[in-house]
């Protein structure tokens, strides 16, 4: 019984981690498992500093962002830059999302400038929430094509979040710069990973397996 103690109270260790403001999951964060929540608030990339010497692929036509939010509401900015230092030149890369309900969001077909296929850089994420706005950053090498890999086990939306396209004057105005865009709205939903929460479709995600670690942790600790 003891390792499944171990694993259960490691389980809440980390859901308390995240539970305060967000984590950024897919691309992974600079931060990695060191995060540190109070250094979120500093931009441009929260506690993680812009380094391009690890870099994860992004497929510029369509790929996966996922975060999970610990408030019950947030607005949300998907932005990237090509600038080394994650300094400026932020392109939008996705409608602002309005999220309610605590838990894992993902949106699966995120795209970027075709003419950044072979050049690295930065998957910026901004969250507006009641504690103000918070930044995370994940290092990417953006590659031609869609991911075709995602899942559901990478790639889902919790059962309670619910999620909306709505402006946010505070978040647009984080875009800026020589060659900045913006996103004419969503591609549309890889059929390997999960729905789009925007689209209507809510498999049961890390909120259903949150509630049954808290529920098996209490039994056993």
Request: hydrophobic share 40%; aromatic share 6%.
């Amino acid at each position: 019984m003891a390792p499944l103690r171990s694993v259960i109270a490691a389980s809440l260790l980390f859901l308390s981690a995240v539970s305060g403001h967000f984590e950024l999951v897919t691309p992974p964060s600079l931060e990695g498992d060191s995060m540190n929540e109070s250094k979120e608030g500093t931009a441009p990339c929260g506690g993680g500093t812009p380094d391009l010497a690890k870099t994860t692929d992004f497929h510029v036509g369509g790929d996966a962002v996922a975060v999970i939010l610990g408030h019950p509401q947030s607005y949300w900015l998907i932005r990237a830059t090509l600038d080394t230092k994650a300094a400026g030149n932020w392109t939008q890369l996705f409608p602002i999302v309005k999220q309610s309900g605590r838990g894992n969001l993902c949106e699966p077909d995120v795209t970027a400038p075709k003419e950044w296929v072979g050049k690295k850089g930065f998957i910026g994420l901004a969250s507006k929430a009641t504690d103000g706005v918070l930044y995370q950053c994940a290092a990417v090498n953006f590659v031609s094509g869609a991911n075709t890999a995602l899942n559901t086990a990478t790639c889902n939306n919790g059962s309670s979040v619910s999620a909306s396209f709505e402006d946010d004057a505070d978040l647009k105005a984080l875009i800026g710069g020589s060659g900045s865009t913006t996103s004419p709205g969503p591609a549309a939903s890889s059929p390997n990973a999960a729905p789009s929460v925007l689209g209507g479709g809510l498999p049961i995600g890390s909120v259903a397996a949150t509630a049954f670690f808290l529920l098996v942790g209490a039994a056993l600790l």
